[in-house]
Every structure is written in C-alpha cells, then in structure tokens.
C-alpha cells in the first residue's frame, strides 16, 4: 500500500477516534495493546509490512513458480550475485528499494523494521561471498561505508567478484583484477589502490575463512528471522504473528503507565492486574 495511502486512512481514522480534536494520546501509544497501556488502535503501516511479509514464505519455497518471484529475482541479480534467498540476509540501500516495483518496497522497508535493521553475520565462504563490497556496514573504512563507481561498473559488487574459488579459496591476484577494470579504468594503480582499501577494510574473520575454505553454494542455510535471541523460520510466518512483531518495534507504553512501572519496580500487566482486582473487590478485600 503507497505512503500516501497509509497517512490518508490513518489521518482519517484517528480524526474519528478523536472527534476532530487534538490528540490526548501520542500514536505510537494509542496503537499499542490493551494490556500494555494503550487503545489497541490499528497501525495501517505495520499491517501493510504484516502482509507483504508474509509472502516471503512464497518467495523462498522453489516448489513454487510465479512470474512475481522472477520480477524480484531480476532485480537482486542486477544488484549482485545474489538471489531470492539470499536477499534478506543482505543490506540494500535505499536508492536500490526505492527502483523495485511498489510492492517490493514495502516488503524490503517492513523487513528493515522487522529485523530493526541488523542483518546477521555471515558464518561460511558462500554467505560471505553474497556480501556486497559497497555500502555493507560489515566493510567499513574509517567507520564508513566503501564506495566505488569503477568497480560496480565494471561489475565488481560482492565478495564473490574479487575471490578465486576453485578448491581452496583466496583473493584474486592484481592481474585477474587489472582486466576486468582494463575498460573503465587504465590506470593500474588506481585500481591496485581501491582493491587493497576493500581487503583491508573486509573483517579479519572472514580474510580467515575465505583463505581457509572451500567455496560451495550448498552452505546456503534456509533464512529466519532473529527475535530475542531466537530463530524464527519463514515457515512460522503469519500475518497476526509478524503485526505482532511489528508493533512491537514501533509503539510505546503511556507516560503514566511507564510512571507506574517505575514506581512499582516491576512491569505492569494489566490483564493480572484486573483480575485482582476483581478478586479482592469479591472478597471485599483492600488493596494495599
């Protein structure tokens, strides 16, 4: 569902819940559950993630085929050498989401919130290899991100472009590298210069393993999600669990609710609370 959209009926709804007056309650506190202090007020935008994001159990089963899995596909491969698997183990920017069709973007934006945008680290030589070498927050160079037009136009992108992956793998020589630049760049040392910052700014750990491993694709693990420590698989997604956690992410608890838990020292939960109450009225009990 476009931005537009999403402002245009929430603009409408809370105009209702409010009767046209100004807000008693911040959004992000309306939104949030009943129990949690809040009013249990739909948010249109994390339903519209909830829904998109649920077709990414589609989009990773390969029994399934449909023309829209090819569309995706499409665009990741001319990102790089990744594929509908591997896309949201990787970091895209916001100028690649903003080129994928309407209903991409709001899956990879509702992925980005879900996931509050951290990406696990890669484990292996196959999920290292689908790493792009730009804009990666895992390759940083003086805490920021590598950037480097020659090479993309000359289709270097991912780790894969620049490593020798036959038996033991390791990174490619200088002269490998000089003739895929040859035609963008004639100058050696600039392309020599660029190639030694982007192995020099890749992590240690994985110079370890690249130099270490043999490079299979079947090292490629089903993708999940990482909640509290926990992994969640695509299989477990459903449109009420993934609002759930989306609203998780997003709404917050009322001043006064958060008063109480602070001056209770315990987090409050209204449903306990409410049958205690119940409780001690029937008993015709004080609480103290």
Same mark, same amino acid.
């Given at each position: ?23 008693? =309650?911040? @959004? ?7 129990? $949690?202090?809040?009013?249990? %007020?739909?948010?249109?935008? +994390? /339903? #519209? ?22 569309? =995706?596909? @499409? ?7 990744? $594929?509908?698997?591997?896309? %949201?183990?990787?970091?895209? +920017? /916001? #100028? ?193």
């Amino acid at each position: 569902m476009p931005d537009d959209v999403n402002k245009t009926l929430s603009k409408l709804m809370l105009e209702f819940l409010w009767n046209n007056k100004p807000p008693s =309650i911040q @959004y992000k506190s309306v939104i949030n559950h009943k129990f $949690n202090g809040g009013l249990g %007020f739909p948010d249109i935008q +994390s /339903k #519209s993630y909830a829904f998109a994001l649920k077709w990414l159990k589609k989009l990773l089963d390969p029994s399934q085929c449909h023309i829209w899995k090819s569309v =995706i596909n @499409y665009f990741v491969t001319e990102h790089g050498n990744s $594929n509908a698997t591997d896309i %949201f183990k990787l970091y895209f +920017s /916001k #100028s690649f989401i903003r080129k994928l069709p309407p209903f991409y973007q709001v899956m990879f934006n509702g992925w980005d919130v879900i996931t509050q945008f951290k990406r696990p680290a890669p484990q292996n030589l196959y999920e290292m290899s689908i790493q792009p070498l730009f804009n990666n927050p895992f390759i940083v160079r003086n805490n920021k991100v590598l950037k480097c037009d020659l090479f993309s136009k000359c289709g270097i992108n991912t780790i894969y472009d620049i490593i020798y992956y036959y038996g033991i793998s390791s990174f490619l020589p200088l002269s490998s590298l000089l003739e895929d630049c040859v035609e963008c760049e004639p100058n050696p040392d600039y392309v020599e210069k660029m190639f030694e910052i982007i192995k020099s700014s890749i992590p240690t750990e994985w110079k370890i393993i690249i130099e270490s491993e043999t490079y299979s694709n079947k090292d490629a693990p089903k993708p999940y999600l990482l909640l509290d420590d926990e992994k969640i698989g695509f299989d477990n997604f459903t449109t009420k669990f993934l609002y759930k956690v989306l609203l998780e992410r997003k709404a917050v608890k009322p001043t006064g609710f958060l008063y109480w838990e602070h001056n209770l020292k315990k987090e409050l939960n209204w449903s306990v609370t409410c049958k205690n109450v119940v409780d001690s009225y029937k008993d015709c009990k004080i609480l103290s």
